[in-house]
Antibody, heavy 125, light 110 residues
Framework: QVHLQESGPGLVRPSETLSLACDVS?????????WGWIRQPPGRGLEWIAT???????YNNPSLRSRVSMSVDTSKNQFSLKLYSVTAADTAVYYC??????????????????WGQGTLVTVSS | QSVLTQPPSMSAAPGQKVTISCSGS????????ISWYQQFPGTAPKVLIY???KRFSGIPDRFSGSKSGTSATLGITGLQTGDEAEYYC???????????FGGGTKLTVL
């Protein structure tokens, strides 16, 4: 059974860097699938942040692209997110997820099939 | 404001059927496959439907998905109180190069 678990600080100061890791168990990251981050501000809807393949192919939310860095560490079977220069607007529950993603004749087939439990990150001084 | 439009809330009685709509455009729903997610308060979303109308493993056949043009629908029959949750649609927007979620629909089973 595939299990994803987020980890990282629950409190980040404004202007600093939010760093989260997602440990994957029950499946080898290097075997396939894409891996993504989604966040949800308190009381609000879901917002996709970024998606990455273990070989480096990646997609980022254009509104966050300049502040986002995502990486995959196959040796640890883990992938990570860094969000730079955070503000209070970045306060949210952050989820990591496994993403099915294929593109066939320009049509994207994609969905998130396994999610972590989520971790609340608060940006405050 | 979400790229995909869902009704903020819906309600129905136990045993009834409900259809939740998700409206988009030619660059998202009209072009790519859509998925649907169910989220209970304080928990992570879980996928119900993928590739427009395929039920994910373990999802009962009370849940169904369909797509027509630039809109999609999640259907739930035989409503149960345990179906009270937030439901989100999601797909890739080719023009925006962005994965988009609908704003979510809070379903109340009265």
């Amino acid at each position: 059974q595939v299990h994803l678990q987020e980890s990282g600080p629950g409190l980040v100061r404004p202007s600093e860097t939010l760093s989260l890791a997602c440990d994957v168990s029950g499946y080898s990251i290097s075997s396939g699938y894409y891996w993504g981050w989604i966040r949800q501000p308190p009381g609000r809807g879901l917002e996709w942040i970024a998606t990455m393949y273990h070989s480096g192919n990646n997609y980022n939310n254009p509104s966050l692209r300049s502040r986002v860095s995502m990486s995959v560490d196959t040796s640890k079977n883990q992938f990570s997110l860094k969000l730079y220069s955070v503000t209070a607007a970045d306060t949210a529950v952050y989820y990591c997820a496994r993403q099915n993603l294929t593109i066939n004749r320009g049509v994207m087939h994609s969905w998130f099939d396994v999610w972590g439990q989520g971790t609340l990150v608060t940006v405050s001084s | 404001q979400s790229v995909l439009t869902q009704p903020p809330s819906m309600s129905a009685a136990p045993g009834q059927k409900v259809t939740i709509s998700c409206s988009g455009s030619s660059s998202n729903i009209g072009r790519n496959y859509i998925s649907w997610y169910q989220q209970f308060p304080g928990t992570a979303p879980k996928v119900l439907i993928y590739e427009n109308n395929k039920r994910f493993s373990g999802i009962p056949d009370r849940f169904s998905g369909s797509k027509s043009g630039t809109s999609a629908t999640l259907g739930i029959t035989g409503l149960q109180t345990g179906d009270e949750a937030e439901y989100y649609c999601g797909t890739w927007d080719t023009s925006l190069s962005l994965w988009v979620f609908g704003g979510g629909t809070k379903l109340t089973v009265l």
